[in-house]
């Protein structure tokens, strides 16, 4: 079975603070890939970040950084100094190498206060 | 703008009509899928195109759901004698695929049903 769990339905933080927003996942799947999305008010959901299954480095990306544990079957996601624009709804979503469907977690609602 | 754009974005319909979505991807991608998404919940997989060919469908799609593709450019997303169930954001991606891997996906704005 594919899952991806968010267990994180909200969070609110106050600008400047750092945030993680975790995921969890299940495969059985020895190959894969994780991806993160960002849903903005408006709508569009936007691409991140992608991670396959053996590449376990952690990635940096500005104020953006991932930490992907295959052990605890975790790829979590902070945020830096947070800002406003980062409110938005964040996706978690897991692609197995044997099919072609993407499994998304429920998402998790971030609020950065000004 | 190049991006996935998806037509109309908002479609008010009473039960039992029917309505169509329409996607069209970013050029050069051979893969094309609909997922719907539901207020407080993540995009469900409901069809998957490879080019013209359609090859997954979710056990979410009934009978009321067709999806087409022709020529493998856009895609059409037809629900027959809609229900109230059907309300949700009806999403549209594309993705440039390479050997097993689907490569990641690209949303539309998505088109919005509400059925009364």
């Known amino acids: 079975a594919q899952k991806v769990t968010q267990a994180q339905t909200e969070i609110s933080v106050v600008e400047k603070e750092d945030v993680t927003l975790d995921c969890v996942y299940e495969?059985?799947?020895?190959?894969?890939?994780l991806f993160w999305y960002k849903q903005p008010p408006s709508g569009e959901l936007v691409f991140l970040i992608r991670?396959?299954?053996?590449?376990?480095q952690n990635e940096i990306s500005g104020r953006y950084s991932w930490n992907f544990q295959k052990s605890t079957s975790s790829f979590n996601f902070t945020i830096t100094a947070s800002q406003v624009v980062d409110s938005a709804v964040y996706f978690c979503a897991l692609s197995p190498n044997t099919g072609n469907q993407f499994y998304f977690g429920t998402g998790t609602s971030l609020t950065v206060i000004p | 703008d190049t991006g996935v754009s998806q037509d109309p974005r908002h479609k008010i319909t009473k039960r039992g009509q029917n309505v169509t979505f329409r996607c069209d991807p970013i050029?050069?991608?051979?893969?094309l899928y609909w997922y719907r998404q539901t207020l407080g919940q993540g995009p469900e997989f409901l069809t998957y195109f490879q080019n013209e060919a359609q090859l997954e469908k979710s056990r979410l799609l009934s009978d009321r759901f067709s999806a087409e593709r022709p020529k493998g450019s856009f895609s059409t997303l037809e629900i027959q004698r809609t229900e109230q169930g059907d309300s949700a954001m009806y999403l549209c991606?594309?993705?440039?695929?390479?050997?097993?891997?689907?490569?990641?996906?690209?949303f539309g704005e998505g088109s919005r049903l509400t059925v009364l």
């Open positions: 050029s050069e991608h051979n893969r």
């Open positions: 991606a594309s993705s440039l695929g390479r050997g097993s891997f689907g490569g990641e996906l690209f």
């Open positions: 495969t059985r799947d020895t190959t894969y890939y």
């Open positions: 991670r396959n299954s053996f590449d376990e």
